[in-house]
């Protein structure tokens, strides 16, 4: 969708900062509201931290002067309340740029996936509803109520049963049916503070095999065709081999988006001629292994190091006095070498500098 670069764009979601980014690098004009206003978002724009969530964003869109609205996550397990905020009187004339509710149902109902996929040739573990379901070490219980890979592995509360398999965690950003990149999956890494299931980082870009490649293209064609995916999104995978299984598909900007566009040189707000840089890039969430509180040191400290908004150092940088317990996110890094897997060693040895500081 063509977006006229002098419109104002509202961005809402838990985590609004990596969207925001990608807009400024875009030249557009935005505001934001999310869980944080974390200090960077708050240099670089208006930000709104919210309450309630997610019903304050009516609120706040109402009354907040923009063109064009965008969500990220959360929101896509939200189909009612993005379809009042598209149909609401007071933001009419405001265009969503991003599927709509009735895209949302289907498309994050894992059993309509599942079935989808299975017929289109395409490998999709095994999902059943979890009602009255006797389970073993075979499934993960799925809630379909978070992002981030919250919600994933709970048994207590698990909406669908999803048949584990193993492999390499991968995620494919799309607009339609166009793949505008690859990046492999940090997930559950201990050194980030990060629980089993959870994402805690993508590094790109990764090179898929032949058959691997056709898998994703058909995906995408696949989604487009029968789901009527035409924006932005975002597709788990699981590697094994030369064999693709689609875990779910994310339908709006995702945490991968911004490591796509550095990796592959390209503007999903802007021109997506691909323009690939030498080198390969990546990002970690650090997650409190300790309860800390982010003193007015620490801000200043990290927001030295935070860089513009460009290529960060660091980012989602929490404002003076925010209280972070155990199990929540700190912050963003990233780091770039000539390797996916230089970029990941420079990520952990990163942790360790940051952890350091916020602990003297």
């Not at 323009?275 to 040191?297: D, N, T």
Request: hydrophobic share 45%; glycine share 8%.
């Amino acid at each position: 969708m063509a977006i006229d670069v002098g419109t104002k764009i509202a961005v809402v979601g838990a985590s609004a900062r990596a969207a925001v980014f990608s807009l400024l690098r875009a030249k557009r004009q935005v505001a934001a509201a999310d869980l944080f206003a974390d200090a960077d978002l708050a240099r670089h724009c208006p930000a709104m931290r919210i309450s309630p969530y997610p019903e304050g964003f009516f609120d706040w869109l109402a009354e907040t002067e923009c063109v064009n609205w965008l969500y990220t996550g959360a929101l896509e397990n939200s189909p009612a309340l993005v379809d009042r905020l598209s149909r609401s009187q007071f933001l009419l004339g405001r265009t969503l740029l991003g599927h709509a509710g009735d895209v949302l149902r289907r498309v994050r109902d894992p059993l309509e996936l599942q079935a989808v996929l299975t017929r289109a040739d395409l490998q999709f573990p095994e999902t059943i509803a979890a009602a009255g379901k006797q389970i073993n070490n075979a499934w993960l219980g799925k809630t379909y109520s978070g992002s981030s890979g919250s919600g994933v592995g709970v048994i207590d509360g698990a909406t669908y049963l999803q048949r584990r398999v193993e492999g390499l965690p991968l995620s494919a950003v799309f607009r339609g049916s166009q793949l505008l990149g690859v990046t492999r999956q940090l997930v559950g890494e201990m050194w980030a503070g990060a629980s089993e299931y959870q994402y805690c980082g993508s590094i790109a870009p990764w090179a898929l095999s032949w058959e691997c490649e056709r898998q994703v293209q058909r995906l995408g064609e696949v989604l487009r065709e029968e789901f009527g995916l035409t924006e932005l999104y975002g597709v788990d995978l699981m590697q094994d081999g030369d064999q693709l299984w689609t875990l779910e598909v994310n339908p709006r900007y995702t945490a991968s988006v911004e490591i796509v566009e550095r990796a592959y040189g390209i503007s999903v707000f802007g021109s997506i001629e691909e323009q690939r840089p030498s080198h390969c890039v990546g990002k970690a969430v650090l997650f409190a292994k300790a309860p800390l509180v982010i003193s007015a040191e620490i801000n200043l400290s990290l927001m030295q190091q935070a860089g513009g908004i460009a290529w960060p150092e660091i980012a989602d940088i929490p404002v003076t006095g925010t209280a972070i317990a155990v199990g929540q996110p700190v912050l963003t890094l990233f780091a770039e070498a000539e390797s996916c897997e230089a970029v990941a060693m420079r990520l952990r040895e990163r942790v360790v500098e940051i952890e350091r500081l916020l602990r003297d």
